[in-house]
Structures are given as structure tokens and as C-alpha cells.
């Protein structure tokens, strides 16, 4: 079973940038995609950032411009460079692979954002 482990997450002002690194047990080239997602509180998790295996990048609307995906497959590593934060991305921000059928989406522990007003 893959293992993801988050890092990175922390208490900004808005307007600031935060970068979170996650680290994979297997190559991302074992995944369909990877990326991050968030929940906050009171709602449901949403997919934020994904990179497919082949490089293809898509992002939610409501961070596009702001936020980055960076892969490094070398170290089996995905990042997240968030920058221009706003109080509304305060949220868990979790790691996860996509495993393709039967398996789905593994997830990791999450990583506490808090973005201050």
C-alpha cells in the first residue's frame, strides 16, 4: 500500500506563499495522476491540483494563477506552491495518488494551512 506523507503546512497572513511537499513510498509513474486536495471545515474535500503521469496539469478554478504543481520523480516527491493566499484556502491540504480501478485515490494524512486575514 502506498504511503504519503505531507509537509509544509503552517499559519500565513494573506497575501502570503506557502510550498508543500509530499512524499511518496512509489514513483509517481505508478499512478494515473497525484495531486492535492483540501477540506475544510463544515465541507466537503475538493480536488485542488492534479498531475497526470504523462505531465498533464489541471487545476479548480478558484486557485488557478495562484497555485502550482511541481513533480520531481526522482525524489517521488509532488509539491504545491501556493502563493497570493487568501483566508478562504485555510483548510487540510492532503496528498493523493491515483491508483486507477479497482483502487481509487490513496490519501495522506494531511497538512494544516491556515491563512490569517
Known amino acids: 500500500q502506498v504511503q504519503l506523507v505531507e509537509s509544509g503546512g503552517g499559519l500565513v497572513q494573506a497575501g502570503g506563499s506557502l510550498r508543500l511537499s509530499c512524499s511518496s513510498s512509489?514513483?509517481?509513474?505508478?499512478?494515473?495522476?497525484m495531486g492535492w486536495g483540501r477540506q475544510a471545515p463544515g465541507k466537503q474535500r475538493e480536488l485542488v491540483a492534479d498531475?497526470?503521469?504523462?505531465?498533464?496539469?489541471t487545476y479548480q478554478d478558484s486557485v488557478k494563477g495562484r497555485f502550482t504543481i511541481g513533480r520531481d520523480d526522482a525524489k517521488n516527491t509532488v509539491y504545491l506552491q501556493m502563493n497570493s493566499l487568501k483566508p478562504e484556502d485555510t483548510a487540510v491540504y492532503y496528498c493523493?495518488?491515483?491508483?486507477?480501478?479497482?483502487?481509487?485515490?490513496?490519501w495522506g494524512q494531511g497538512t494544516q494551512v491556515t491563512v490569517s486575514s
Open positions: 493523493n495518488a491515483d491508483q486507477g480501478p479497482p483502487l481509487g485515490r490513496a
Open positions: 512509489r514513483s509517481a509513474f505508478a499512478f494515473t495522476a
Open positions: 498531475i497526470s503521469r504523462g505531465g498533464i496539469i
